[in-house]
């Protein structure tokens, strides 16, 4: 990329027309490998420079040449008329590496084309670009048809698609998510700022009941971890000679993989690598898929009741008034405004118990307690270890209710779910999930089934799954 002719590759997106190259350069791409591209055609010159007229007129109003236009690659002459500035680009582009020019020696023409860099960055400047395309859980469900192509053809191509398959397949969950939480800085700002809510609409209406929706079943990604681990278990068991067979093919058509199996195994290396990255993607990103998700609606739930609360009459009218009223402000006003009422309700205070925490104490406490005449005299060492060790005691203090409150949030609208689904990222959920099993049998909304058979393995134990479910009416 950097060799010599190439070292400033980037160039022409650092100059003040970027934003016009880069649309050329979109356009480019589009016209040569984009879905309605015409392969039997090429484009000289003059094709080009009119795709890149077309483009600059399209894009935006070009703006008038100035003094320093020189410094930034173009001279003023080069950006007299959208044919001169089309034609400069042209030049630009092949100056940097990004085309290149090839004689067509049917036609008798000079041909433009992207270079081997030149097209990777414009792929990269398309997709960033372009909404999504790609069809739900894509990599997973191809992942499973190379295993089964394997399994059929013993063609060791298909295996090492399934394990590019199986490397990529995080990213289409990932790219759910990262627009879910674009979306939260996008359209919830847009909205809390001009009190629009159409976008939020169309979101829901359109892209979230078509395509976004049936994402967000477990099941779906679930269902094909199964049968991609079913396939595996296939794998396993053929003979010691297939396996050995296997695996001098590999070795020849993978020298990575088998630089990286241990002791030369590189179909149970490759096969275990494929279910780890499966299983990682369903029961990772399926569930912060969820958590982006709630995420998103839960915020704009919240703007929206601001904003029905703002405009709201009656009871509320008088401090939807006095929110209204300090919002108009002057900046200094408003800041002496909260200050003087911050001063006076400094002095509020509000401490609630944990209920868990009270009981009633025994006779024998009491008892010693009347005995003491003398109350002795408690130092400051002693309060601070007294307190030290009274937040170490309620830093993890859960009651089952709350226990209880935490399984049925993690069931997020399903009927079930298993022990072995628990995360245990941090101390808390580590101590809900050994106490999963007791809230729930304690609980009248919950009912607990021992999964004989199923083991449970994670950082924290390992044991028998349970299942824990809700408790319907006639439910035996």
Known sequence: MFTSGHAQFFRPLTLKKRRLIAAC?????????????????ILGREELRDLFVQTIQTDGVRTEPDDDAGEEGFAPADLADDQKMASAFIRQLVADGWL???????????????????????????????????????????????????????????LLDAYEYADRVITDLS???????????????????????????????????????????????ERHRLDIAALIDRLHELTAAEIQAIDAELTLHAPWAAQAAPSGGVLGWLLERIEDMVTAACRTKQPELFRAMESYIRRHVVLLS??????????NAALSSLIRSIGGMPREEQTAWLETQGAA????????????????????ERTRAQTISIVPEITREERLRQFLRQAEERAFSLSQHDVVHY???RMNGKDQLRLSE?????????????????????????????????????PIMSGTDYAIRKRHVGHG
């Not at 997709?127 to 399994?151: H, V, W, Y």
């Not at 939480?181 to 809510?197: F, P, T």
């Not at 101390?427 to 607990?448: C, D, G, N, P």
């Open 175 to 221: 790219e759910d998510i990262e627009l879910f939480y674009e979306l939260a800085r996008k359209i919830l700002l847009d909205a809390h700022a001009q009190g629009n809510w159409d976008s939020f609409v169309e979101f829901v209406e359109r892209r979230f009941r078509d395509e976004f929706s049936p994402r967000l079943v477990y099941d779906n990604a």
């Open 100 to 158: 290149e020019t090839a004689e067509d020696r049917v036609r008798l023409v000079t041909a433009y084309r992207f270079t081997r860099t030149g097209k990777i960055f414009a792929q990269a400047l398309t997709l960033a670009d372009r909404p999504r395309e790609r069809t739900r859980q894509r990599n997973m469900r191809s992942c499973k048809n190379a295993l089964g192509a394997f399994i059929e053809r013993r063609d060791v191509e298909d």
């Open 306 to 315: 601001q904003s029905l609360f703002m405009d709201a009459n009656g009871a």
């Open 422 to 458: 628990l995360p245990v990222e941090d101390a808390i959920q580590a101590l809900s999930l050994l106490r999963a099993v007791e809230a729930a049998r304690s609980s009248e909304s919950l009912e607990v089934e021992r999964r004989e058979g199923e083991p449970l393995e994670n």
């Open 407 to 409: 399984l049925l949030g």
């Open 25 to 41: 350069i979109r356009a480019f791409y589009q016209r040569l490998y984009g879905s309605h591209a015409d392969y039997r055609s």
């Open 345 to 364: 309700l400094s002095p509020v205070a509000v401490a609630l118990y944990d209920p868990a925490t009270i009981r009633m104490k025994t006779a024998a």
